[in-house]
């Protein structure tokens, strides 16, 4: 069974950093995107970075480009969002989540990736 454990959220004032882990167990994840999102009360869920596990392609958001970078270790199967210079409206719950690749692109949907994990909060002070 396939699990998503992420951890790493917290409180950090304006033009902090933070850095998110999630471990994923279960399976292989040779063949697998992982990808971080951000959800608030209210709104979708919003993608923010992924990553091919075997190329280490990535794709990013535009929102987040220059400030976030994902990044994997495969012992164990660990995947980072590296979040810098953060913003009041970054505050949101961040969950990463996993999906078989589907096409050369990197998908940026949530409807793409089939596992979840529970989320952790990040709230940034102005």
């Known amino acids: 069974q396939v699990q998503l454990i992420e951890s790493g959220g917290g409180l950090v004032q304006a033009g902090g950093s933070l850095r998110l882990s999630c471990v994923a167990s279960g399976r292989t994840f040779s063949t697998y995107d992982v990808g971080w999102f951000r959800q608030t009360p209210g709104k979708e869920r919003e993608f923010l970075a992924a990553?091919?596990?075997?190329?280490?392609?990535?794709n990013y958001a535009d929102s987040v480009k220059g400030r976030f970078t994902i990044s994997r270790d495969s012992t164990p199967n660990t995947v980072y969002l590296q979040m810098n210079s953060l913003k009041p409206e970054d505050t949101a719950v961040y969950y990463c989540?996993?999906?078989?690749?589907?096409?050369?692109?990197?998908?940026?949907?949530?409807?793409?990736?089939?596992?979840w994990g529970q989320g952790t909060q990040v709230t940034v002070s102005s």
């Open positions: 989540g996993a999906g078989p690749v589907r096409s050369y692109t990197i998908r940026t949907g949530t409807e793409a990736y089939d596992y």
């Open positions: 990553i091919r596990w075997n190329s280490l392609r990535t």
